[in-house]
């Protein structure tokens, strides 16, 4: 457990990972029914990037910074618009200084009715992220692994909702671990919306489970190819050691407007975010293996 989110916050691989949740919470907010969030590896719920560990590795200035100063094409706005509206709303000031994770992107955007359900193992990230929610009766804090906690949380009360599945890649098995979760978690919820983060570090194990994950669902379960998106992004050369370079989600039962909005938002935020000539990104619906990773640039 020596992993701090506090290093990585607001980096690439966030704005990536947390658009999509914001993307996925609005469309939900869409229906009056109310929804449940269950979030397995919940962090601290917000970052200060003014804070120790964020000037020693201000990843965020890559990351969040660059969307935030960039000059936004009318035509991306709507898709960005409920993630930097958390974004916004938390630095009211001219500097930024707060960074949401992802609960507080889910208590931000979620309604009145909406529930949240947090895990965090790390004792302490539990008790900060405790504390910070403690007036908030829509959130509920487990001290707890949360892919032991999974299986007793889906299908909610509400039946409507999303899990976010965020590890912090110390294992080595983690993917496998991963892997376990979302099928047993799938196999009672197959209507929820679930967001799976991954590196692009260990290619063979990421394809690994992208293409399991595709193949159980697709074969096993008969869900439709369409209800499968992944969207990846990697900023410089994709190399196994040394600092993350490239990241992204496989979403199951995706809003229907995600892949169409994610099409022309990559190449845009790809460009970006780019720290060199290598960088790139992917996005596709139905994943197999001869999904190829498309150097756009
Ligand atoms: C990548 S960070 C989460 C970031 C957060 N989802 C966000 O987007 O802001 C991973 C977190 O998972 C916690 N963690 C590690 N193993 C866990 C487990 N088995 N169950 C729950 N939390 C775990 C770590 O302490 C860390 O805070």
Not at 114 to 133: A, G, M, Q
């Amino acid at each position: 457990m020596n992993y701090r989110h506090a290093f990585h916050a607001g980096n690439f691989a966030d704005v990536l990972k947390h658009l999509v949740l914001a993307q996925c919470l609005e469309h939900l907010g869409d229906k009056p029914k109310p929804y449940r969030v269950i979030d397995t590896h919940a962090g601290v719920g917000a970052y200060d990037l003014t804070g120790d560990e964020a000037r020693r590795s201000p990843e965020w200035m890559h990351g969040i910074d660059r969307l935030l100063k960039a000059d936004i094409p009318q035509d991306l706005r709507e898709s960005l618009d409920p993630y930097l509206h958390v974004v916004r709303a938390m630095n009211s000031g001219e500097s930024l200084t707060s960074y949401p994770g992802s609960p507080e992107i889910a208590a931000r955007l979620a309604r009145a009715e909406d529930r949240i359900h947090l895990c965090e193992l790390h004792k302490d990230d539990s008790v900060t992220l405790d504390k910070r929610y403690a007036r908030d009766a829509r959130v509920k804090v487990q001290a707890m692994d949360g892919y032991r906690a999974l299986p007793g949380l889906v299908p909610p009360r509400e039946k409507r909702g999303l899990v976010m599945i965020d590890p912090p890649f110390e294992h080595r098995d983690e993917m496998a671990f991963m892997a376990q979760a979302a099928k047993s978690a799938l196999e009672r919820w197959p209507t929820g919306t679930f967001i799976f983060w991954r590196p692009l570090k260990d290619l063979w194990a990421q394809e690994r489970f992208d293409v399991g994950l595709a193949e159980w669902l697709i074969a096993d379960q008969g869900l439709e190819g369409e209800k499968l998106l992944r969207a990846d992004m990697w900023v410089r050369e994709l190399k196994e050691d040394g600092p993350l370079a490239g990241a992204g989600v496989v979403v199951v039962n995706p809003p229907f407007k995600l892949e169409e909005r994610l099409l022309k938002l990559l190449p845009w935020l790809t460009e970006l975010l780019a720290q060199d000539e290598d960088a790139g990104w992917r996005l596709d619906g139905c994943i197999n293996d001869d999904s190829l990773m498309v150097d756009e640039f």
